[in-house]
């Protein structure tokens, strides 16, 4: 990360150029950003910045062949107690630390627990309030480490034809859905959305479903997820499923 | 006001759950009719994204049948269903709708009798929880 025109904006070092200027205030998903840049970088071990939520996206993405994990090298980036309050982050503390310190996880998201007091007729009400702000605009896909499919189902017209802006019910509860098994909890889609839907809580409670249900916490090195495996949690026949 | 009559949309795998309501009807067994069977190649052909969409277009109940665990034509179709309508249930509760309103159950084709009765049983469960409250919204 480096200060270009005022903003932080991402930099790629190649052997025997000067790092310059770095700063450690990542602003962006460095998993996304390592999904783009990888097809362009036939050969070589690339390096990468990466906190706890960009590690575990990098999982993910190698567990669905879309990068090589063997050919990215991992620098450990702690957050900052600031940083982790912002995100109400659960998870800080990358596998190695090379910079900065571990802080203590946020426990307790303060959406989530007001969602869940709510009885089923407020949290619809409360839930509809939030997504009739939706403008469509992408941004919590667009963003998001995990979100790789090359047909995007919500822009099939299938899905979201369905009442133009705001896109209705369906679009939201379609991408938690279809995010509960890999999403790594980065806060990516809440911090770029224009009209503050809290998306965050959102997936902190598909995740946590998807723990109660299967044991699995989306990031992990070394499980396929439970929805591309059959009951007894073996693969099913490649081929026959699709990665997303 | 007339009694509450819910609109439910029934996913039937062609190769178990079609055949059995299929023989529910050649036995003459019966049943609500409020039922709109779809017929589908594997219980897992149905998208969670399906049964989300007709949740919020003001469908009352969605129910999904498929081959026994074992049974599936393709195998290990029917494993993934079973994993992803329970969670699909859990998510929709998450945003305040009841997950009642989706039920998963196996029907293979010689259960005409089960096909019945679980169809009896999910519209009344349907008919005790009431019409969708998505139906009246408006976004």
């Known amino acids: 990360m480096r200060t270009e025109h005022g903003n932080v904006a991402p930099v790629l070092l190649a052997k025997g150029d000067g790092p310059g200027e770095l700063r450690a205030d990542v602003p962006y998903q460095m998993a996304m950003i390592l999904s783009r840049v990888y097809p362009h970088v036939p050969e070589g071990r690339i390096a990468v910045v990466a906190r706890r939520c960009d590690e575990k996206a990098i999982a993910e993405l190698s567990k669905r062949d879309i990068v090589d994990r063997d050919r990215i090298a991992l620098i450990g980036l702690a957050c900052t107690k600031e940083q982790v309050a912002e995100c109400r982050c659960r998870d800080p503390c990358p596998e190695t630390v090379d910079l900065g310190e571990c802080s203590d996880p946020v426990v307790e998201d303060p959406v989530v627990e007001k969602v869940r007091s709510m009885p089923p007729e407020a949290r619809l009400a409360f839930w509809t309030d939030q997504f009739r702000k939706c403008n469509k605009c992408y941004g919590c896909t667009v963003n998001c480490p995990v979100c790789f499919c090359d047909d995007c189902l919500l822009e099939d017209k299938t899905f979201t034809v369905e009442k133009g802006i705001p896109p209705g019910m369906a679009f939201h509860v379609i991408r938690s859905m279809h995010l509960a098994d890999k999403c790594v909890e980065c806060g990516e889609c809440e911090r770029s959305c224009p009209v503050d839907i809290p998306l965050l809580a959102l997936r902190k409670m598909a995740n946590d479903d998807m723990k109660e249900l299967f044991g699995y916490t989306a990031g992990d090195a070394d499980r396929k997820s439970p929805l591309l495996t059959t009951l007894e949690g073996d693969p099913i026949k490649e081929g026959d499923v699709d990665a997303c | 006001m007339s009694e ?136």
């Not at chain 2, 996913?11 to 050649?26: E, I, P, Q, R, T």
């Not at chain 2, 993934?80 to 998510?91: D, E, F, H, S, Y």
């Open chain 2, 4 to 139: 509450f009559s819910p609109n439910i949309l029934a996913f039937c795998c062609n190769w178990c759950s079609y055949a059995g309501a299929d023989l529910a009807g050649v036995n003459r067994l019966q049943m609500p009719t409020n039922v709109n069977v779809i017929r589908v190649m594997c219980s897992a052909s149905v998208k969670p994204e399906y049964v989300i969409k007709a949740l919020s277009q003001g469908i009352d109940g969605v129910l999904v049948l498929g081959c026994h665990i074992g049974d599936c034509h393709y195998l290990t179709g029917n494993h993934r269903t079973a994993k992803r309508i329970p969670l699909t249930a859990k998510v929709v509760e998450k945003v305040g709708i009841d997950p009642r309103r989706i039920r998963l159950d196996w029907v293979s084709a010689a259960e005409g009798e089960k096909f019945q009765q679980v169809v009896t049983e999910f519209v009344e469960d349907i008919k005790s929880i009431g019409p969708n409250p998505l139906r009246e919204v408006v976004f």
